[in-house]
């Protein structure tokens, strides 16, 4: 079962203390009436990670729980396993827990691995940390006997993960104490109590150095993930440090919208084709930056990529642009047009997802992966990179326009059928788009600016895009075999016309606003 990560207010709190430690007593405090007597378990706790902790590295968590012993109820401990992937960008963070039975220490599931593929790049997954926990459990309860809290008083000894899980003569390699107060079993929330934690600490009890991790495999525990967040980057940096910046950011978002389309989210596999893009485009601005042959070979990776997954994306247009049409036809006609049109966008979505899925999960990606994370960590770059970025980027975005400029001059509105040509001059504003955003960290708001200036083109030349795709896709239903009935058929075609001519006037519209957006007051800062 998947979840969302439960709200972080009111979560567990979490202390070592020392060898003496005594837990005190906790009624009067707050609204604590009574404490109940502890209740004994034995846990075993196995953490699973790659050799170099790509997963602990990236704040995910990837967890096999396991009872072994005690007098408490069987789900206290939450046995089974437990995948907690941190919030990424715009995807809120998930847990996903699934039941398991017999050897604690054998592999994970391969369900949960390939949600991970991204992180892990295909490195073994293997049990890294094992701890076993022998936890004296209190329950906090009001005066009418109700249960405000946990408390968990943890005798924690890291050991050594090649040993038979719970083995007792395993080599402990750490031991230490911990103290929990969490939510009452069976319950996600936590109420502030303040005085409980007052006491807490004044018998002894502190804040964790580092995470039990960090304690048993050392410092690369807390080493920076492979694709870190970027730092900032100031007008006067090196334009390299901006390179790096932007392919880190981008990665990151590839990386999160993969675990999106491998768990089905909506609109995941746009968001891949969208860092792919973004990946894409920073790449051409800043070739002058770059070796020519190493960012043109990560960008031909890079549009297979966005390749592969557009069957599934056009299948998304296809059906978002036809739903509000079809309402609009009578309903003998619309209903004809969507026995025909209904299971061919199905169709085209289901193979669309697995095409994509494919992708994802072939070698081809598993080697991109690999050379996204080698270029955020040392991208090609050439000396000119060394220059600051005020000096160096303006020009760069400055060429991305000048290119989407000749694009524009040389659209036809008038071409019936010249769809082609205002799609790669979306692609040029793109291009510009993106280059304006990713120089913003480093040259701010007038590279914001032109940005949303552009936003206007792209989003006027998408809609171009739509409406060219879904009229294309009803060419085909039209030409099928067997052909449609005569009710499908003229319905297909009055859906083909007002496709169409949402092409000619997204046309009429890109020429009305081009004088506004080519307006050169959104550009002076580009020296051009």
Do not use: I, N
Request: hydrophobic content about 45%; overall charge neutral; aromatic content about 4%.
């Amino acid at each position: 079962m998947a979840r969302k990560s439960p709200d972080r207010r009111g979560a567990a709190r979490s202390f070592v203390v020392g060898g003496s430690f005594e837990l005190p007593d906790l009624a009067g405090a707050d609204v604590v009436d009574a404490v109940d007597e502890a209740e004994e378990h034995r846990l075993l706790l196995v953490d699973h990670d790659t050799a170099d902790l790509r997963l602990t590295r990236d704040g995910v968590s990837l967890r096999r729980r396991a009872r072994s012993g005690g007098t408490g109820e069987d789900d206290v401990d939450d046995a089974g396993w437990h995948l907690v992937v941190p919030r990424r960008g715009r995807w809120a963070g998930v847990q996903v827990d699934l039941p398991a039975e017999g050897d604690p220490l054998a592999p994970a599931p391969a369900e949960l691995l390939d949600l991970l593929t991204a992180t892990t790049r295909r490195a073994e997954v293997e049990p890294v940390l094992v701890l076993r926990v022998d936890r004296a459990l209190h329950v906090l309860r009001d005066a009418a006997g109700a249960a405000l809290a946990s408390v968990a008083l943890d005798e924690v000894a890291a050991v050594d993960p090649s040993a038979a899980a719970g083995a007792e003569d395993a080599v402990v390699l750490r031991r230490w104490r911990e103290l929990h107060l969490g939510p009452p079993p069976g319950e996600a929330h936590l109420p502030r109590l303040r005085g409980v934690v007052a006491r807490l600490r004044a018998a002894g009890a502190r804040r964790p150095e580092g995470t039990a991790a960090e304690r048993v495999l050392g410092r690369l525990a807390s080493a920076p993930a492979d694709v870190p967040r970027p730092g900032r980057v100031r007008a006067s940096d090196p334009a390299g440090r901006l390179v790096r910046a932007h392919l880190a950011t981008q990665v990151r978002a590839l990386v999160a919208a993969d675990v999106a389309v491998r768990r089905g989210e909506d609109d995941a596999v746009h968001q891949v084709r969208v860092a792919a893009r973004r990946l894409r485009s920073g790449l051409r601005a800043f070739r002058p930056l770059l070796d020519r042959g190493w960012a043109d070979d990560l960008r031909a990776e890079l549009g297979w990529l966005a390749g592969e997954l557009g069957r599934a994306r056009d299948a998304e247009v296809l059906a978002a642009r036809l739903e509000d049409d079809l309402a609009a036809l009578p309903g003998p006609v619309a209903g004809a047009a969507r026995e025909v049109v209904g299971p061919r966008v199905e169709q085209q979505a289901a193979d669309g997802a697995e095409a994509a899925l494919a992708a994802l999960r072939g070698p081809r990606y598993a080697l991109l992966l690999d050379q996204l994370v080698s270029a955020v960590a040392l991208p090609a770059l050439t000396p000119r990179a060394q220059r600051a970025c005020a000096d160096v980027l303006p020009p760069l975005v400055g060429a991305a326009w000048r290119r989407l400029e000749e694009d524009v001059r040389r659209l036809d509105a008038e071409d019936p059928r010249g769809d082609e040509a205002w799609h790669e001059a979306r692609k040029r504003a793109k291009q510009v788009r993106y280059a304006a955003e990713a120089v913003r960290p480093a040259l701010g708001s007038p590279a914001k600016r032109l940005g949303k200036q552009v936003a206007r083109v792209t989003e006027v030349l998408g809609q171009h895009q739509d409406a060219a795709v879904a009229a294309e896709g009803l060419e085909e239903a039209l030409r099928a075999d067997p052909p449609p009935t005569p009710d499908a058929a003229f319905a297909l075609g009055a859906l083909w016309a007002r496709q169409r001519q949402a092409v000619l006037q997204t046309r009429g519209d890109l020429l009305d606003l081009w004088p506004d957006v080519a307006d050169r007051r959104h550009r002076r800062w580009t020296r051009g």
